[in-house]
DNA sequence: GCCCCTTTGAAGTCG
DNA sequence: CGACTTCAAAGGGGC
């Protein structure tokens, strides 16, 4: 036996000539978060994804043949989600079919005209069901019914289905090779990834869509964030939170560790790799007004020359331990100069900027000896 | 097609 | 536990 379903508790359907209380339309003071509800006040229905729950709890029975005071029948049309939860969300958590658009299926479903049959019982007991039962590859395969205003349930499901299906194009490149390699799955957003998703649109537009590097576009970001207020940062990390909770239900198995480097002694050499100390630019060093004095590969916005030597001497030298056995130390093995320098770099400030001045001057000779 | 730049936050690693 | 590293987004540009 089924248990009943209220109609109230269908996703999808609110009227948007009923009054409800937990809905705000953007240009209206916040909400006032009700008692019952663990919702942080600062929280109104633009972000709040709990809210959108209370907002279906709110749904008023439908009246199919009743008209509203605008004339329209009160289950159409329905309130759209508000504009800043649909962008909230790395993982596209749900489709919104724009005005006049409907996306759920065929073309006869794209028609204005169709207004979809009440759920009855066994499609409610499908629509729970159903998701459950597959097999997570035929799952994948499913065609989706995307609801108007979803239960956190099929936010759930509609984050696992379109995980990392929508890239953008710079990143549609990268998942497709990664996902060539192994499958691939990212981190979830942080808040301040969550943040510069939503407003870099705002800063491209407020420049005229110049082309402005993304660096500067970040700089900037990072800047606006700084000024950003506790309450609207909280937005960020709330969503944050949900993003990562979803990520989870999703990839239980999942760690963040997953992305890191394969191979741990890579790894672990990447977290003591003494460039990391001695990694100063040409740019840090000499000031963007003094480019005349950066290595080639500076000019050329690439890895300093003075890095790529040193990672190069500690590779070897990783790689002579490692076939020497453990045995002997590693000072002993600093037998090249680079690795001279390195053992200074590592000693005193002073010795340290002497071996970059002496590797940099080393550089130079041997270019100027390239060029004859 | 990889890497760099640049930002902050989360999470992992290491001593 | 603190310090440090890597990776999330973005896209132009160099190689």
Known sequence: MLPTVPLYLLPGVLPMTQVNPFYNFSGMDPMMTPPFLPVPSIFNMQTNLINVMSMQAMTPLPQPNALSLTGLPTIIPTVPLPEAIRKKSSYQIYTIPSAGQQT??????????????????????????????????????????TPMVPTLEAMKTESANQID????????????????????????????????????????????????????????????????????????????RIEKQLHKDKYPEWSAKDNYPKNPKKANKRIHDPTQHLAEMCRARFGIENKAKWCKYCLQKKKCILSREITQSYEEEITSETSRGSTETASSSATTPTDLALNQASSTPQSREESLQTSLSTNSEAEEEEKA
């Open 104 to 145: 759920l299926g065929n073309e006869k479903n794209r028609t204005a005209k169709n207004i979809k049959k009440p759920l009855n019982a066994f499609m409610l007991f499908n629509k729970e069901n159903r998701n459950t039962s597959l097999e997570e590859n035929e799952y994948d395969q499913m065609p989706i019914l």
């Open 165 to 240: 299906t929508i890239p953008s194009t710079v990143q549609r490149v990268s998942l497709n090779r990664r996902q060539k390699k192994e499958n691939y799955i990212k981190k979830p957003l942080n808040a301040f990834m969550l943040f510069i998703k939503e407003n870099r649109k705002t800063v491209l537009e407020e420049n005229g869509y110049d082309q402005i590097p993304a660096g500067e576009i970040n700089k900037e970001l990072g800047r606006r964030w700084r000024e950003t207020s506790h309450e609207e940062r909280q937005k960020y990390f709330e969503l944050a």
